[in-house]
């Protein structure tokens, strides 16, 4: 069965407005420092402004440290924090662009920054940064990263951090049922299926089937099958309907209550974490994220994370994983004092302090150099693995407005009912595929 859904950025927002409530008095900068449209204004470099945070509750306590230091080095200037789920902010962002009430500086990830720039919320920051004290030093190929996300000549991000995909294994399980390393596909699916005892509920991986699941399921997907490239020769059909991504997905969800535990059918990456972390389950992707959380639940001792498994040909093929960023909304009333915040959470310190906290990778070049990346395996071996020549990165097409929507809201739903065996993974495929294709020709469309 074949599904045609045809999203426009009108539609998407239309969807967003009708599934969030209202923002809170706080969030919507009532105080006259965010507002809901227009061009805002410079303001006095003093006063309050207003920052979300687009991983509230994951990453709350350093980024209230770095606000803490910024007020002590500006105390003219007051930072109101407002932690927002990741899994709501696109609709929190959309809702305000549409109702009124943005910040005036957000986080916005690439895999988000198209849709929102669309929609002419983001004020352009190549000119400010050209001016700054980051200007050269900001990792070349994380700015580059944000310029092709945002889909257009400008600037709309301020590069913070890289997450690379990694995957975690305890090395405990593994010696004792006698398993080498998954650093191959094959070696992965071995252990998946040695490692699990599920009357001891005991599981060798844990799959993502909630929020964020398509980003983890087409890295598996591409890592299998090799296809090194989003798009075919024309740039105008997807390949991940292809054959050869078609078998890997149906091998890669077939995983689901054969290994892993009956509740990953709705686990997000908050639980998928905690669960790995508090259970004897022996695999897990995620990111360089979560490997703070795994220290504390194990010990350094207990796990290693390493880069996605190569193929057969022993070649290894990863999405890429969306930079983090900081945005400036053109709404605000006080750019300015913005900006300077932005500038001193992207500085060396901050940054260094912000990405070692989160296991990341720095986008300031001087932070990329200090001690804890070496100290970080999975992030040193992340960093060396994208470098080395070892892997090929297929771009995701985070320039697409509807990028995000189709990623997540349409197509979320459907590889849940693949997990369940209500769905096929061609047809699921197909879905992604047409509706991919459509954005693809709007954009180029748009684009002349």
């Not at 507002?35 to 470099?45: F, I, L």
């Amino acid at each position: 069965m074949k599904i045609s859904i045809r999203r426009s950025r009108r539609a998407a927002t239309a969807v967003a407005l009708g599934s969030v409530l209202a923002l809170t008095a706080t969030a919507c900068g009532d105080d006259g420092s965010g507002g809901g449209g227009g061009n805002g204004a410079e303001g006095s470099g003093t006063g309050k402004i207003v920052f979300w945070d687009n991983n509230g509750g994951v990453r709350t306590d350093i980024w209230k440290e770095i606000i803490a230091d910024f007020e002590k080095a500006n105390p003219d200037i007051e930072v109101d924090y407002v932690g927002i789920p990741s899994t709501e902010v696109q609709s929190k962002y959309d809702t305000a662009i549409q109702g009124g009430g943005l910040p005036d500086v957000g986080g916005v990830g690439a895999a988000m920054l198209a849709g929102i720039a669309a929609q002419d919320a983001l004020e352009p920051v190549e000119e400010r940064l050209a001016g700054s004290s980051l200007d050269g030093k900001l990792n070349e190929d994380m700015v580059e990263s944000v310029k092709v996300a945002g889909g257009s000549d400008h600037m709309y991000s301020i590069p913070t951090s890289a997450n690379n995909g990694v995957l975690y294994y305890r090395t405990d399980l593994f010696d004792k049922a006698g398993l080498e390393e998954p650093s191959t596909w094959e070696a992965f699916y071995q252990a998946a299926e040695k490692l699990t005892d599920a009357k001891k509920n005991e599981f060798g991986y844990t799959i993502r089937g909630g929020a964020g699941s398509i980003a983890q399921a087409l890295d598996a997907m591409y890592g299998q099958s090799g296809i090194t490239s989003f798009w075919d020769a024309s740039g105008e059909k997807t390949t991940v309907n292809d054959p050869k991504n078609v078998e890997a997905l149906e091998k890669y969800a077939a995983l689901y209550k054969k290994v892993t535990p009956a509740a990953d059918l709705n686990n997000d990456f908050t639980k998928m974490v905690a669960q790995w972390d508090s259970g004897t389950i022996g695999m897990l992707n995620h990111n360089l994220g979560s490997y703070q959380d795994h220290v504390k639940a194990f010990g350094a001792e207990k796990f290693r994370g390493i880069p996605q498994p190569v193929g057969p040909g022993g070649k290894r093929v990863q999405v890429s994983n969306p930079v983090d960023g900081l945005g400036l909304f053109k709404s605000s009333k006080n750019k300015e004092a913005a900006w300077k915040f932005i500038e001193f959470a992207a500085s060396h310190e901050s940054n260094s302090k912000w990405n070692e906290s989160a296991g990341a990778i720095p986008s300031h070049t001087e932070a990329a150099k200090d001690a804890w990346i070496g100290e970080a395996e999975p992030t040193k071996l992340a960093a060396a693995a994208l470098n080395d020549g070892s892997t090929t990165v297929v771009q995701l097409p985070y320039y697409l407005p509807d990028w995000n929507t189709i990623s997540k809201a349409d197509n979320e739903p459907n590889f849940q009912k693949v997990l369940l065996g209500k769905m096929s993974a061609k047809d699921f495929l197909d879905t992604l595929a047409e509706q991919l294709n459509e954005a693809q020709a709007e954009w180029n469309e748009q684009k002349g």
